[in-house]
């Protein structure tokens, strides 16, 4: 059986999920593809044989569409979270729901309303390099855990329209560590110390966000968890996780 997907933006993001469903998931496909910006969903369109809806409405309502992956803008998430979900559609949505607590409960809401599923994206604990890390954890191999050391670097910023509706970069990428510091650790976040600098592109500050930056993570069972991220790595993406106890180390190389 395939599930059929409509892909809503095709931005940068947008452009990579409807690939990879296209062409790199067993039993998915991509009926249709929806952006505000017609060219960019005709390109994309093209590229992987998709239809391009006239409409929000048009793409989630669609007979060919079992699914909705929600790639758009922070700002519009809820909004098609919502058209989807009263269109009985299984949703995927990328992080984050929204940065208004009110708006994430109305998504959810509306989810739940409708009993659908939904899924946000946070697909790093899926890699099964970084889930080795988490594993190792759970079954004792690195005992008594007492550091987890997370990089991610992405290779090149965002364009700089989209990092001033993100939400900044720890709600748009360092989320992600976020997520990770959690499952690598199994424990909850009780403190949280973080530096911001711009040292990348001075436009991302004047957008009133930084590029750089690093975190220090206290969990509720006493392990502390560092965060480095930045905005640009000149050799590609760099994702990395360690984790340090008392019986050895696990890690995850890029």
């Known amino acids: 059986m395939t599930t059929r997907f409509a892909v809503l933006g095709c931005g940068r993001i947008g452009k990579m ?3 990879m469903l296209a062409r790199q998931v067993p039993g998915a496909s991509v009926s ?3 952006d505000v ?3 960019a969903a005709q390109a994309v369109g093209a590229d992987i044989g998709a239809r391009v809806a006239t409409s929000l409405a048009d793409a989630v309502t669609a007979d060919d569409v ?3 992956a929600i790639c758009t803008s922070t700002d519009t998430h809820v909004d098609a979270m919502v058209a989807a979900a009263e269109a009985g559609k299984a949703i995927f949505c ?3 729901i929204s940065l208004d607590i009110v708006e994430v409960d109305r998504g959810l809401a509306a989810v739940a309303a409708a009993r659908v599923a939904l899924q946000i994206g946070f697909n790093r604990r899926y890699d099964p390099s970084h889930k080795a890390v988490a594993d190792a954890v759970k079954d004792g191999a690195v005992g008594d855990v007492h550091l987890v050391n997370i990089i991610s670097r992405d290779p090149g910023p965002p364009p700089i329209e989209y990092i001033k509706v993100s939400g900044g970069i720890f709600n748009d990428m360092t989320i992600h560590d976020f997520d990770m510091a959690r499952y690598v650790t199994g424990s909850d976040v009780v403190e949280v110390y973080a530096k911001g600098a711009v040292r990348v592109d001075p436009a991302i500050g004047e957008a009133g966000d930084v590029d750089t930056a690093v975190v220090l993570l206290t969990h509720a069972n006493g392990v502390l968890t560092t965060i480095d991220n930045s905005r640009r790595a ?3 993406y ?3 996780v360690e984790a340090f106890g008392s019986k050895g180390m696990a890690a995850s190389n890029n």
């Open 66 to 68: 079992d699914a909705v």
């Open 234 to 236: 000149a050799y590609g």
């Open 32 to 34: 249709v593809v929806f």
């Open 37 to 39: 910006v017609e060219a």
């Open 17 to 19: 999920h409807a690939e």
């Open 238 to 240: 760099d994702q990395r």
């Open 94 to 96: 990328e992080k984050p």
